[in-house]
């Protein structure tokens, strides 16, 4: 029996050293290290999938999370401004803080001087990167290198595992993009500056923004401009996240017919929504249609 219990013990002992302590700063990045870390890995995410992830409130639950975690793993490129002060917050100095956007290639980086003027802007490039699910497979990469180096043990199961998933974008890549070849090149209206590696990806043309400038609530005289645009460019669809205000949006489809398409831009961002392949499929679904 005594030899029994030992054993257990053992078991036990290395089971729960052999996990890595996760947090994520979006559901989405949860999702992914879901995917290739499995049952070797702890993970909890920050940000709900129907926030803003550009703002969220600093609580001390969330700096509770971060100190008993080993990585934060964040999108970067200053969209996450509240997550220095929760890493402060967590006094946890073993805690290492994981990147996912230094090996993306980096669009709408400006070039001069970025002031408040200039609307919500990033100064290091445009952060919503994870709508390209390309970039979602460079993201998968760092996120199977940055556990194995903490796990050395278990490197061959998350390297199966990024591998596995990599496949199986692949497959769902070519699929999405046949899916919108039939809006190759056809203008549309988004709501928010979100969608630049989306459309470029698939070839979609970004006509304008509901927003006057990124983070900048619409006004009347911008929905007047839109209108006109929607009107003149015969603009049959507008896109937005579904955590924002479809006030304008309404009323720029009432005045011209367009059809408003609120849509999710993380995981669990709307029921039954809860994995990256999911949201894609439902947006690349909603535009088509």
């Known amino acids: 029996m005594k030899k029994i219990i030992l054993l257990a013990l053992f078991f036990i002992f290395n089971l729960t050293f052999a996990q890595v302590n996760v947090v994520t700063t979006t559901s989405t990045i949860y999702d992914l290290v879901k995917e290739i870390g ?13 926030q803003d992830p550009h703002f969220l409130e600093v609580k001390p639950s969330y700096m509770m999370k ?20 929760l890493i402060d917050g967590s ?23 970025v002031d408040a003027s200039q609307g919500d802007i990033h ?70 500056a979100s969608w630049i590696y989306f459309a470029e990806r698939f070839g979609i043309k970004i006509a304008g923004y509901v927003e006057p400038k990124p983070g900048i609530t619409p006004t009347p005289s911008h929905n007047a401009d839109v209108i006109n645009l929607v009107k003149k460019n015969k603009i049959t669809k507008i896109v937005m996240e579904n955590f924002y205000s479809d006030n304008a949006p309404n009323q720029i489809a009432e005045k011209t017919g367009a059809k408003v398409i609120k849509v999710p831009v993380n995981v669990y961002g709307m029921e039954g929504v809860d994995t990256y392949i999911k949201m894609m499929d439902y947006i690349i679904n909603q535009i088509t249609k």
């Open 123 to 192: 100064p290091y490039g445009n952060p919503h990167y994870w709508l390209d699910p390309e970039n979602v497979k460079v993201m998968a990469k760092e996120i199977y290198e940055a556990l194995s180096d903490k796990d050395s043990e278990n490197s061959a199961f998350y390297k199966k595992n990024y591998e596995a998933y990599s496949k199986k974008l692949d497959a769902k890549i070519s699929e999405w993009k046949n899916k919108l070849s039939a809006l190759k090149d056809k203008p549309i209206v988004f709501f928010h």
């Open 66 to 85: 971060l100190r008993k975690a080993d990585m934060l793993m964040k999108i970067g490129l200053g969209l996450e401004m509240w997550a220095q002060q």
């Open 38 to 50: 499995k049952d070797k890995v702890e993970v909890d995410y920050l940000c709900r999938g129907d």
């Open 91 to 113: 006094r946890n100095s073993k805690l290492e803080v994981v990147d996912l956007s230094i090996d993306i290639s980096k669009k709408e980086v400006p070039t001069g001087k």
